[in-house]
């Protein structure tokens, strides 16, 4: 491979393996911890083998027992190394054939390997003099539980892996879909090898060797092609070197591997997560919310208050004189309920009653709703992370529902612009009306006494001060009946503002309490999403 194809894979493998570390963060606390533990595994596996030599190859020889494993990595090697049995279990510990020493400790201490060895030159496979690391293993199915440790740990870090199979075992159920299987995503750093086809008689090795090749389509293998080798004959074997000596020379088997890495795990995530997307929060759930939550703390029952409170204030202001001193003993409602004020809020809670069984359950079912319209087509552990979400503050919602209440303006002392005019007209007739009786008070008492009454000035036959102590009544009559329709007309329109006010403040809780934690969950799932799309690119 080229250097600046290779380098394209570096550069790639760093943007995936960047997207697949923000896709397990993002994942913390919603997704499955044994899926996260897995990508973290492979993540740390990533950064190990990248900080260790890029200059060798590593390539693992995996096989069960009877394969003739062991025999055919000494024939690779041109060795005698490699322990050769009959009697399981045979190979028992990793053993490492070096070409090029120089660098390869701390990568062969990372894959804990303490049987290492210094290769010589072997046509087709070291012409060039290093950079490979042969690895014989353990076989794995091997009746030592430490053995296929040992073989499961190492394929999890291996640059490149050649499956042995012999004649008699190459269809094994168990080694397909507990070994080879689960590696198909890793077609491009696979080999695989069909030993002791000096079993079979010419005529067989053809068939054989298709069928083995369509049980690896089966499993997902279909672009690995087949070798047929004899390690006893030597046939394949020099085809075998030159296979692994070209994937050492390429320099890419390490960034290939990873990559495939990253694609399992990244799937791994996915079928964690599941897939689709959430609905997210529009304009009439966030109306939906606000009304259900205006209903649970009695909003109506303010506006109410409101409206009485304007009325009560529209008598005490303009109604009639003689009489509005009765509308004094009336207690104001809204002082009542500790809402009597205008401008900057002068208490911190309502008066109103603590929030009942029914009023929480409002509250709930609102939160509720809102949750799940908010998270409707997200996946399970996202579904249920944005719900719970929307619930994170519930416990203070009642208390900051009561406290946006206590501090919203009602511009509830705030007066109308009639009630000075309809007052000073009716001190006017009261006056008038007072001055009429005084009038005619006066003229009685000179009368009583015997004392000349002065002639008193009549319109159109009325006595002027009778009229006085009439029209001073009557208007004042009229002016209060008056305010009471101008009040009621008044009331319903402060009632509808105190509405829109008090809806604005609990709107901007459930904003605050409810909707922006619901969002950011949902901004965490897209995040997530764009971030494992990122790790498969």
Same mark, same amino acid.
């Given at each position: 491979m080229s250097r600046h194809r290779l380098t394209r894979a570096e550069s790639t493998l760093d943007r995936q393996l960047v997207g697949l570390n923000q896709a397990r963060e993002l994942g913390e606390g919603r997704l499955d911890d044994g899926a996260l533990a897995q990508v973290y595994a492979v993540l740390e596996r990533a950064t190990s083998r990248r900080s260790l030599s890029a200059d060798h190859t590593v390539v693992g020889f995996f096989g069960a027992t009877g394969s003739g494993k062991s025999s055919l990595f000494n024939a690779v090697a041109a060795t005698d190394v490699a322990r050769v049995a009959v009697r399981r279990p045979t190979t028992s510990e990793p053993l490492a054939m070096v070409w090029g020493a120089e660098g390869s400790a701390p990568l062969l201490d990372w894959l804990e390997i303490a049987d290492r060895r210094e290769g010589d030159i072997v046509p087709g496979l070291s012409d060039d003099g290093g950079g490979l690391v042969l690895l014989d293993l353990p076989d794995f199915d091997s009746v030592q539980l430490s053995n296929r440790s040992i073989v499961e740990r190492l394929a999890g870090q291996v640059d490149v892996l050649v499956w042995v199979v012999d004649p008699q075992k190459y269809a094994d159920a168990t080694i397909h879909n507990d070994f080879i299987r689960p590696f198909s995503t890793h077609a491009s750093v696979t080999l695989v090898v069909l030993n002791q086809v000096d079993r079979l008689a010419i005529a067989e090795v053809k068939p054989v060797l298709e069928s083995l090749a369509a049980i690896l389509d089966h499993d997902g293998l279909g672009k690995v092609v087949v070798s047929g080798v004899s390690a006893v004959t030597g046939e394949g074997v020099l085809e075998l070197r030159r296979k692994i000596s070209a994937v050492v020379k390429a320099k890419a088997a390490k960034s290939a591997r990873l990559a495939a890495d990253v694609a399992?795990?990244?799937?791994?995530? /996915?079928?964690? /997560?599941?897939? $689709?997307?959430?609905a997210g929060v529009?304009?009439?759930d966030r109306k939906a919310l606000a009304a259900g939550l205006a209903n649970a703390?009695?909003?109506? &029952?303010?506006v109410t208050a409101v409206? /009485? /409170?304007y009325r009560l204030e529209a008598t005490k202001k303009t109604g009639w004189p003689v009489t509005r001193w009765l509308s004094r003993l009336r207690k104001d409602p809204l002082r009542r309920l500790s809402l009597r004020r205008g401008g900057a809020s002068e208490v911190n809670r309502t008066s109103m009653p603590p929030p009942g069984s029914a009023e929480l359950a409002q509250v709930d079912s609102s939160v509720r709703d809102f949750g799940d319209a908010a998270s409707l087509g997200a996946?399970?552990?996202w579904r249920a992370s944005i719900r719970a979400a929307a619930r994170s503050n519930r416990a203070a919602l009642p208390d900051a529902l009561d406290q946006a209440m206590a501090g919203t303006d009602l511009k509830a002392n705030t007066r109308a612009w009639w009630w000075p005019v309809f007052g000073l007209i009716q001190w006017f007739a009261l006056l008038v009306a007072v001055g009429g009786l005084v009038w005619l008070g006066t003229l009685a008492v000179l009368g009583y006494f015997q004392l000349p009454v002065p002639d008193v000035p009549? *319109?159109? $036959?009325?006595? #002027?001060? &009778? #009229?006085? *102590? #009439?029209?001073?009544?009557?208007?004042g009559i009229f002016l209060a009946v008056t305010s009471k329709f101008l009040a009621l007309a008044g009331s319903k329109s402060r009632g509808a503002q105190a509405r829109r006010r008090l809806r604005a403040s609990i709107a901007a809780v459930s904003n605050q309490l409810i909707i922006l934690p619901t969002e950011a969950e949902i901004d965490q799932y897209r995040e997530f999403q764009e971030a494992l799309n990122l790790a498969r690119t």
């Open positions: 399992v795990a990244a799937q791994q995530l /996915s079928d964690a /997560s599941g897939g $689709g997307n959430a529009h304009q009439q703390v009695h909003v109506e &029952t303010v409206q /009485s /409170s996946p399970g552990p009549q *319109v159109e $036959g009325w006595p #002027l001060p &009778t #009229l006085m *102590v #009439l029209a001073g009544v009557v208007l």
